[in-house]
């Protein structure tokens, strides 16, 4: 494991302190809505010697494994409220107006699984088809789940980014692209989907509040892009209030790690074609739109091998936690540290002793065969 800290995060100045209303409201409305379940791991936390620690359930999302239908669906619905000139309300996106406002069109994106999933489900529920293209080497249980949303998937030869620059090229003319990441001359959507993942924090605070207990102390957000870790950002988005923030990626393509290392404050890319079990996370550049937050928000980087998602999955299982490679990378990156620099969190980052910690499942077995593999047993 490998680990980088920021000693000067800053408060974000170009997002709201809090959640846009709409949001919320928004995600409130569509069908199989329910806020996931914040669970108190004491079992793992009495293992690793930490007083608190919570996670967060997204593998429970909507029935589709991930967290990522809060990004795709918000995205959407903004496509189609700037169509009804500003006039469409949360509640009618499912719907006729929202099915009359989607007329005609085709969704489409990159994904490493879930986000395509997610988008293919959303243009299902207005009635519309979605093309959605993935990286070679993409698993095909991750190609059924996007198919059985009656999507068409696309094979590209290459990573990530490929996957990305062959959406847009294919679509630029017919197609309205919903990609999670933003690029040069393409940064709106990137942007909608960013704020719908503010839901989570949400909910973790309403959550915490009705337990009467305050903000977390320290929250482990895996990223692939970074655009989930932007959403931390924001919503944390004062360092002083004492959230410590952490970054958790793969050793193979740890791009917001070493363009957080580089320290000129530009992003990186890492070469695609690397192998990682956590496939949600193999994403070879940072979002141009979501770097900035993350770069002058976070505490630290974290870059780890695989082993410790392997650990931490079966942690959560042992606590009857269904949770993917990626989904357990947040605990797997907490475990590193307890396990390799025991003193960071107390002496970097000063965290006290009974120090409320949160980490984020963003997905369940979206590979079963190898969730029963790495876990002895079947997932969900
Ligand atoms: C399960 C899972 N966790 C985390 C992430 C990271 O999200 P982002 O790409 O916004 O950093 C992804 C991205 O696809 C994912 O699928």
Redo the contacts with the bound molecule.
């Keep these: 494991m490998e680990l980088f800290q920021n000693h000067s995060p800053s408060q974000i100045q170009a997002y709201p302190a809090h959640v846009p209303d709409d949001i919320l409201r928004f995600h409130r409305a569509l069908p199989g809505y329910a806020s996931t379940p914040l669970i108190s791991l004491d079992g793992i936390a009495g293992d690793l010697g930490v007083e608190r620690l919570l996670v967060k359930d997204e593998g429970r999302r909507f029935g589709l494994k991930?967290?990522?239908a809060l990004g795709a669906s918000y995205a959407v619905y903004r496509v189609l409220h700037e169509r009804s000139g500003g006039l469409l309300e949360p509640e009618e996106f499912v719907g006729e107006r929202g099915r009359e406002l989607a007329e005609g069109t085709t969704f489409s994106c990159a994904?490493?699984?879930?986000?395509g999933r997610a988008v293919a489900w959303i243009a299902g529920l207005l009635g519309r088809p979605a093309v959605i293209y993935v990286p070679r080497g993409t698993v095909p249980a991750r190609i059924d789940a996007i198919q059985s949303e009656r999507a068409r998937v696309v094979v590209v030869d290459g990573g990530y980014d490929d996957a990305v620059k062959h959406a847009a090229k294919e679509g630029k003319d017919n197609r309205v692209i919903i990609a999670?990441?933003a690029y040069p001359g393409y940064t709106k959507i990137p942007r909608y989907i960013q704020q719908g993942y503010l839901t989570i924090f949400r909910e973790v605070s309403e959550q915490l509040e009705e337990r009467g207990e305050g903000s977390p102390d320290i929250v482990f957000i895996?990223?692939?892009?970074?655009?989930?870790?932007s959403a931390a950002a924001m919503f944390f988005n004062n360092p002083s209030d004492g959230v410590r923030l952490i970054c958790v990626e793969p050793e193979a393509v740890d791009c917001l790690f070493r363009s957080a290392k580089a320290g000129d404050g530009m992003p990186r890319s890492v070469p695609s074609g690397a192998d990682t079990i956590m496939a949600?996370?193999n994403?070879e550049t940072p979002?141009l739109t979501?770097w900035p937050a993350v770069r002058d928000r976070f505490d630290a980087f974290v870059s780890m091998e695989d082993h410790w998602a392997r650990e931490a999955m079966r942690c959560l299982a042992a606590e009857g936690v269904v949770s993917?490679e990626?989904?357990a990378?947040g605990l797997a990156a907490l475990i590193a540290l307890c396990k390799e620099r025991p003193d960071f969190l107390s002496e970097g980052l000063h965290l006290h002793d009974n120090a409320r910690i949160l980490v984020i499942n963003?997905?369940a077995d979206?590979d079963p065969d190898a969730y029963r593999r790495i876990v002895g047993f079947q997932g969900s």
Excluded: M
């Design positions: 991930a967290f990522k994904t490493d699984g879930n986000h999670d990441t895996q990223a692939g892009v970074g655009a989930f870790a949600g996370l994403c979002s979501a993917g990626s989904g990378a963003t997905e979206t």
